[in-house]
């Protein structure tokens, strides 16, 4: 999953991508509003994480003008555990949560796991499409029950892949969620993790649940039903 980090603290923007990526996340970071609306526009995110006081374009208006952009993925805002008014205004601007200042990191977690689950039509952190399941808290997958090793890079695959299940992910969807700014993106990457998903969670190649749709990209197919 790809999340934007904008928050002018230097140390707390650090701290932020240090554990976001140590969860799995491919981070961009922006230390002003108006960096923060360029990467919020042109980038393709999952998530945003959005401080309220930024120099040059405030949090609140940065949230205003990326909605009013049509960006409709998820938004959490960080504020100061005080201003009860500043939580109200920024979920009317277009938030859809938030935490507080000083934050535990595992709240921070919990609540975008929480928000791209939603997005994608879940409601717990367990996700089933036929005999395979992943939970996006402990990060483990299972087929009929028997834990599957995956790699960091093919685990952030296989959980695009099923929060949007049923649906046609294009490569450069996944590139993209791989990488983050400035990496030398190789499309074929996607190829080679896409075929080893299907050998690690399909060994006889009996569920297929990978498809592959010429020119289009991929989507797994198999049923979704509650954990
Ligand atoms: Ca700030």
Same mark, same amino acid.
């Given at each position: ?5 904008? #928050?002018?603290?230097? /140390?707390?923007?650090?701290?932020? &991508? ?21 990467? /919020? ?6 998530? /945003? ?37 500043? &939580?109200? @205004? ?10 507080? &200042? ?51 890079? #093919? ?35 996607? @190829? ?18 990978? #498809? ?16």
């Amino acid at each position: 999953m790809r999340v934007l980090v904008v #928050e002018d603290e230097t /140390a707390l923007r650090e701290a932020l &991508k240090a554990e976001l990526a140590a969860a799995g996340y491919t981070v961009d970071l922006a230390a002003d509003g108006e960096e923060g609306l360029y990467m /919020a526009t042109e980038y393709p995110l999952d998530v /945003a994480i959005i401080d309220l006081g930024l120099p040059k374009l405030s949090g609140l208006e940065l949230i205003r003008r990326l909605r009013a952009r049509g960006k409709s993925y998820g938004v959490l805002i960080l504020t100061a555990r005080d201003r009860w008014q500043d &939580k109200v @205004e920024g979920l009317s601007a277009g938030a859809d949560d938030y935490v507080a &200042k000083p934050f535990h990191f595992a709240e921070v977690q919990a609540r975008l796991a929480a928000l791209l689950r939603r997005a994608g039509g879940w409601a717990t952190s367990k996700l089933a499409c036929g005999p395979i399941e992943l939970d996006t808290r402990a990060q483990l997958v299972t087929v009929h029950g028997a834990p599957v090793e995956l790699t960091s890079f #093919e685990y952030r695959i296989l959980e695009h892949l099923m929060l949007r299940a049923g649906e046609v992910i294009s490569k450069t969807e996944l590139t993209d969620r791989l990488y983050e700014q400035d990496y030398d993106r190789d499309s074929n990457v996607v @190829e080679v993790l896409v075929g080893r998903l299907r050998r690690k969670l399909d060994p006889d190649d009996s569920l297929k649940p990978i #498809e592959t749709l010429r020119g289009r990209g991929y989507r797994l197919s198999l049923p979704r039903h509650a954990a």
